[in-house]
């Protein structure tokens, strides 16, 4: 069955003061997306209230994520989520859980572990704290009902970190792989065997690449990984586990010159996932 893609332009999530280009990121990818296989899922303008709750713009949050979820739910198989910024991955992941009982790993392909809570956040950005709310702490309404195990997650690529963040990740013994781990694909593939989980969802930010490799980013992080490092990860994923569903986040071009030197990148890592 061919993949279904769920194109989520959300920016509420991010800290970025280039925020308002992940929308028109999300809408570049789009372009070049068939569109009978694709769904959009409708964002709202404004930023949106904290609700009381401390965490910024939580209310176009929560209504992306409820959006999102809905259209997932119509999903027969798996789904390819396209960001907008990394908080589009709480509905995705959370949707794979469900569909799979919890029998997934989460291998999270990012610069920044986005493990952050709002105490710990240095920037209250919702997408610093995805993952970590996907884990089950996080504000009430954005937390799953089956959170993610510690012991299911995989962390790749990254090279930003907040002490926070630090703390927590050697208090769970979270699995990690460097940038270098990352040139064998192989590692990959142990590292998600070790989770003991039967199937695999895959995250990209694509700012685990490298800054010389992709234009538009709006966290930019140097010595990232190669296009080819990661097209090699996810084929050689996809050739041991059943893929659970997918997301791809942080497309942030600065115009649509920088977003059609980019795309052909972002289109090989697509072919990756999407390949039968
Ligand atoms: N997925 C991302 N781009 N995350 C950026 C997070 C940056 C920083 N760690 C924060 O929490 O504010």
Redesign the pocket.
Known sequence: MPATFVVVPQWQG???SRALRLSDGAEAIRGDLPASSTRVVEVPLEAGDELGSGLPRLGSLQLVRDRTLAVLADVDDWALTIGG??GVALAAVDHALERTGGDVAVIWF?????L?TLES?????F????LRTLLGDGIGPLVPATPLAAGRLVLAGVR???EG?DEFVSATAIRQLTVDDLADPAALVAAVEATGAGSVYVHI?L?VLDPGELLGL??PVPFGVTPAALVAGVRALKGRFGLAGASI??FSPASPDEASDDLPTILRIIGALTAS
Do not use: I, L
Request: net charge negative; glycine share 10%; charged share 25%.
């Open positions: 991010s800290g970025s910024d990394c990012d610069a920044h572990p986005d952050n956040s240095p920037s209250a950005a997408s610093g704290m995805v930003s970190s907040d963040e930010d700012d709006s966290d986040a942080g």
